[in-house]
């Protein structure tokens, strides 16, 4: 027997599948990871926060995960899977806690749940509608924040690697815009020089607060700006909206009502297609992705403004994302009464299967974060 056989038969594994989407990590936990009680996505949520967020650490921290890993947890059976309005369920994790939305992730799992044809892991692949004509293949992924309509081009069965994967998001809306938010000074942030910061606040399946770089003191845009001063100034910002002005957070769902991150916009760009921004969310992770729930807030919040209309599309871009192809497509679908339904489109890639182990007697077990500190 070889040394990954005798491993495996000897301890209980964790079994994922990593992928990423335009350099952001999802490692979807398809086998180890235990039953969830509830009856609801949003109570299993609950569950897993509450009994079983050791697997969350040792799956995102190090030494199995790092600082920036981001984790998508299946969940076959919900209350919307049971009504026959989803196809599966699913739990986003991160170093902090439980996400309510993720675009990036949906992104990659729309690839990953297409090429699934395995029914333990997806019980429902096989009712999955493909339209020929198309050439698409839809999925309804019910995630904290609602369901997302997933499209997917798929060929023989299986994803096709080339063609972006599009999805329609739950609708999307600002509630705060233009508003001022009075910063107490603070000298881990010299270039913050005005008293107040302007920003707007939307979700996009959770909420984000979206500020200039100039707003910040950046005036030269992303690209110059330090990202350690950056992480400060999102940090101190981050704090003061969600100690401060709770009540810009506007969901019916308690679950929802949180900060989920801060986006910084670049101003120094020149053309009106594309946008580029930096998000920083739970414990100051920086999306590698175009964060794909912040594009639902900021298609959202550019309809608010006046800035886009129904039909328009833009591309947004991470730091990463820039010059590699790799930014997501937004586009304003259409106004329903709770906001507005958001297109999103990116690429997504496999990166590697895995198998992990927790050994009894590991007194690291749950991992550990080491980043200036540790978790
Ligand atoms: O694409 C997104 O929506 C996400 N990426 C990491 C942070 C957000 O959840």
């Known amino acids: 027997m070889d040394i990954f056989e005798s491993l495996v038969q000897l301890n209980q594994t964790i079994q994922v599948v990593d992928m990423h989407t335009s350099g952001e990590p999802t490692r979807i936990v398809v086998r180890g990871y235990p039953h969830l009680e509830g009856e ?82 997806f019980p429902r692949r096989k ?27 798929t060929q023989n069965d299986s994803a096709e690697t080339s063609s972006s994967v599009s999805f329609l998001g739950v609708p999307s809306y600002s509630t705060q815009v233009d508003f001022d938010v009075i910063i107490p000074p603070d000298n881990r942030w010299p270039q913050l020089t005005a008293q107040s910061v302007k920003l707007d606040v939307a979700f996009g399946g959770a909420f984000y607060a979206i500020v200039q770089d100039r707003e910040l003191g950046f005036p030269h845009g992303l690209k110059n700006a330090v990202l350690a001063e950056l992480n400060t100034a999102t940090r101190l910002l981050k704090k003061t909206v969600a100690d401060l002005h709770q009540n810009v957070l506007r969901h019916p769902d308690q679950d929802l009502r949180f900060l989920y991150g801060v ?50 599309s833009k ?6 994302s820039v010059g590699s192809g790799l930014g997501f497509r937004g586009t304003a ?15 997504a890639f496999y990166t590697g299967v895995g198998s992990f182990i927790v050994e009894d007697g590991d007194s690291l077990a749950d991992g ?7 978790m």
């Open 40 to 121: 609801t996505l949003l109570e299993k949520r609950r569950c897993a926060a509450n009994k079983h967020d050791n697997f969350r650490k040792q799956l995102m921290r190090e030494p199995r995960g790092h600082a920036e890993m981001y984790g998508a947890i299946l969940v076959q059976e919900t209350e919307l899977t049971r009504s026959g309005e989803a196809d599966i369920g699913v739990l986003f994790c991160h170093n902090e806690g439980y996400s309510t939305m993720c675009g990036h992730a949906t992104i990659a799992l729309g690839r990953f749940l297409i090429d699934t044809h395995d029914f333990t892991v």
């Open 333 to 347: 679908i259409e106004r329903v009464s709770e906001g507005v339904v958001v297109k999103v489109e990116g690429r």
């Open 315 to 320: 591309t947004y871009h991470s730091i990463v």
């Open 127 to 153: 009712e999955l509608p493909y339209d020929p004509g198309t050439g698409l293949t839809a999925l309804r992924l019910h995630a904290p924040c609602g369901v997302i309509q997933v499209h997917v081009s």
């Open 368 to 374: 550990l974060v080491v980043r200036g500190g540790l």
């Open 263 to 312: 986006i910084v916009v670049d101003t120094t760009a020149s053309d009106p297609d594309e946008e580029l921004g930096i998000c920083f969310f739970a414990d100051q992770q920086i999306d590698r992705s175009p964060t794909g729930s912040g594009v639902m807030a900021r298609v959202a919040l550019a309809i608010e403004k006046d800035i886009l209309h129904l039909g328009d």
